[in-house]
């Protein structure tokens, strides 16, 4: 039997976004989209755990919170917070209300992911027989970072926030052009792991903590970079051409070909994530 996890949100888009990150995990969705649908829903079905925006209409998160914490049969379900970045002061009141743990707006969705298998896994619910399907890698295997599927949910929440917001967003792709090729000479395994993994590492060093970084191919990795204008890509594409350019100074013997190009939202005119992807792509060519 799947865990029910509870989705708390005003915001549609929100919304939508965080009932896939769940089933995404094979747990089953119910919603609401203020502080008192809340409540009602619980009193219909107890979920295994609420995820919950502290601003809902209504009743705002905290208010729900203290709630749920003073019901004496609802008061164990586990409740993960969402807050703004800079909204301190929520987050310590959620925690000291008994909330789990707290994730931020702008949401990084492997990390909710982690979040809520974590809590999930060790709660009361999970240990009375309401568990989940076998779970999958939230990351990839043989690099840790996030994984295709989840750059391309990241690909449609960045866009449409940066269409929102009226922010920049870059697209940066860094791909081993004659992959197909070391793995006829090398053999996969051995071009993964001399290769493909090396090459994620030194990625991995070029990037800030506020950008997001997957594994979208066997041979390829993207970059997004929220709030970031064609020039400031730019910046990031350079960095990344010198710092692969050492790496093939100190690791010759691996004969990587690899190339690295970006497109930029709104110097691109394209319409969604999934376009600003594939124009990034095809300026490696």
Do not use: W
């Not at 965080?18 to 089933?23: D, I, K, Q």
């Not at 240990?127 to 996030?146: F, K, M, R, S, V």
Request: aromatic share 4%; hydrophobic share 45%; net charge negative.
């Amino acid at each position: 039997m799947s865990a029910l996890v509870l989705v708390a949100d005003a915001d549609p888009f929100n919304l939508r976004l965080l009932s896939e990150l769940c089933a995404s995990l094979g747990y089953e969705v119910m919603t609401a989209a203020d502080g008192g649908a809340v409540l009602d829903a619980m009193a219909r079905q107890r979920p295994s755990l609420v995820l919950m925006d502290v601003a809902l209409p209504v009743m705002d998160g905290l208010k729900v919170l203290s709630i749920l914490k003073a019901d004496a049969g609802l008061s164990d379900v586990p409740v993960l917070l969402v807050t703004q970045e800079d909204d301190r002061a929520s987050r310590e009141q959620g925690m000291s209300l008994g909330a789990n743990d707290c994730v931020f707006k702008p949401y990084r969705p492997l990390d909710i992911q982690h979040r809520l298998r974590e809590i999930i896994s060790r709660s009361s619910d999970n240990e009375n027989g309401i568990g989940t399907p076998p779970p999958g890698p939230l990351e990839d295997p043989l690099t840790q970072l996030g994984t295709s599927s989840q750059l391309h949910i990241s690909l449609e929440y960045e866009f449409t926030r940066a269409v929102r917001y009226k922010h920049a967003l870059s697209c940066v792709v860094v791909s081993c052009l004659n992959y197909a090729e070391l793995v006829q000479n090398l053999g996969a395994t051995a071009a993964l792991d001399s290769v493909i993994a090396p090459l994620a590492n030194t990625i991995k060093g070029g990037i800030r903590t506020v950008d997001h970084l997957f594994r979208s191919e066997a041979f390829e990795f993207t970059i997004l970079l929220p709030e970031t204008s064609h020039e400031g890509a730019r910046i990031v594409v350079d960095r990344m051409r010198a710092m692969l350019r050492e790496h093939a100074a100190h690791s010759p013997e691996n004969r990587a070909s690899v190339a690295v190009a970006a497109a930029s939202y709104p110097r691109q005119s394209v319409s969604d994530g999934e376009a600003l992807y594939a124009s990034a792509r095809r300026s490696l060519l």
